[in-house]
């Protein structure tokens, strides 16, 4: 009975658009009112999911996302990626998915890259005589690579999680990001050429060498991130507050394009968004303790597990579930509820954590770009100006390619664990 108002209350929540945060506390708080259970653990959880050190570098990286995004960052990622790919059919195409593979590796969110690079791209593209929808779909595509490509702000969280170093869950996501990326712009390339997409002329190897020169600062930064964690000169809580600093001097000083009487207003925002996710944090832990009070993650592996011990069934089953949930909740939440019942599943059957936890984020980062709650989908349809529907029929083809990559990863471990082995 009390199981079953806890996921009443969570369900109806999530179907009159109540936010996730916001669902999963009213959800709990009906669950220890109809337990009996004093209120004052809601706080108590809550406290004790956001009290992790390693979630101290999401506020840092959220801030150093936003300071090099307004100090220039977008416009010489994308003048590089353009001189690299612009020149092949479809070249506009193909720069969206480079810039967001580069950029996205600043961020560490899908959002932010999806607003950034689709403010400028989305325009430019539909300027260009590409159709809207596939502007969008494009955009919205591409964006999910930037929370896989290193820093990622997911992997941080399920780091924290499983108790996984982060340089080592950062690391773990390098080869599966750049193969999710290769694979779109081949599928772009392959639309282009059958709808005769427009190209730009080749700019020459100077252009390259002057883009990748003005690119290079912004760039440096991915570089540096990496290195402090897998050298173990800094924690990611110590790496993201220098990559703040960084991208401060790097927008500000070298590249003069931050304007100094916005900065307030850029960490406010960053500061109201890295509170959204901490909330969203302390109200999943919350959740999270009555479902393991509940024994639920238990349950689950016990019933999978009567009816399957086969390895290869078991991950298909948690793909096809987590592929489910990414259709209706946000990534951050989905994680933290589902990561410990499905990771205990995963662990019963030989799965090793790091690969586990990669492509339990992966399937998630495909849900920003399924409807009915694609975050990047409304994002993109909203800069370009168009209705949902066209850039969820446009975005197909991208999502069978990232799916087909999803698999490959869940299917072939050492595609997620073969680099955090080889630099350990």
Not at 16 to 37: D, E, K, Q, R
Not at 84 to 97: A, D, K, M, Q, S
Not at 185 to 199: A, E, K, V
């Amino acid at each position: 009975m009390d199981v079953a108002v806890l996921f009443s209350v969570f369900v109806a929540g999530l179907v009159i658009g109540v936010p996730v945060a916001v669902t999963l506390g009213l959800s709990s708080l009906a669950y220890i009112f109809v337990a009996g259970l004093n209120p004052v653990a809601i706080p108590q959880k809550m406290y004790a999911g956001m009290d992790v050190f390693v979630l101290l570098s999401i506020p840092g990286f959220i801030l150093a996302g936003n300071l090099m995004n307004q100090g220039g960052i977008t416009e010489r990622i994308i003048r590089f990626a353009t001189a690299l790919v612009g020149w092949v059919r479809g070249g506009l195409g193909l720069t969206n998915i480079a810039a967001s593979m580069l950029f996205g590796g600043i961020t560490g969110t899908a959002v932010a890259d999806a607003a950034s690079i689709g403010g400028v791209m989305i325009p430019g593209m539909k300027k260009a005589g590409y159709p809207a929808d596939f502007s969008a779909a494009v955009t919205a595509a591409s964006s999910t690579v930037g929370p896989i490509i290193p820093p990622s702000v997911p992997m941080i969280i399920v780091g924290s999680l499983a108790g996984i170093s982060v340089g080592q869950m950062f690391l773990a996501g390098a080869v599966p990001g750049i193969l999710m990326g290769l694979a779109m712009m081949l599928t772009c390339w392959i639309i282009s050429r059958r709808r005769n997409f427009p190209r730009q002329e080749w700019q020459g190897w100077g252009e390259v060498v002057r883009s990748f020169g003005s690119a290079s600062w912004a760039l440096a930064m991915t570089g540096f991130i990496i290195y402090g964690l897998i050298s173990g000169l800094a924690t990611p809580t110590e790496t993201a507050i220098v990559a703040s600093v960084y991208a401060l001097i790097v927008g500000g000083v070298i590249y003069r394009e931050l304007d100094w009487r916005a900065l307030p207003a850029i960490v406010i925002d960053s500061a109201v968004a890295s509170a959204g996710i901490l909330a969203l944090v302390g109200f999943a832990n919350v959740f999270g303790w009555i479902l393991v009070s509940e024994r639920i993650p238990q349950m689950l592996a016990n019933a999978v597990l009567s009816m399957t011990d086969s390895r290869i069934l078991v991950i298909l089953i948690i793909n096809l579930l987590l592929l489910f949930v990414g259709m209706f909740m946000e990534t951050i939440a989905a994680l933290i509820i589902l990561f410990v019942p499905l990771s205990q599943l995963a662990f019963t059957v030989g799965i090793d954590p790091i690969h586990f936890a990669t492509f339990a984020v992966l399937n998630l980062m495909i849900g920003l770009t399924t409807p009915p709650v694609g975050v990047c989908l409304f994002v993109c349809a909203g800069i370009a100006r168009i209705p949902l529907t066209p850039v969820v029929v446009a975005i197909l083809p991208f999502l069978l390619t990232n799916l087909v990559v999803l698999f490959a990863v869940s299917y072939i471990p050492a595609i997620a664990t073969w680099l955090p082995s080889l630099l350990n």
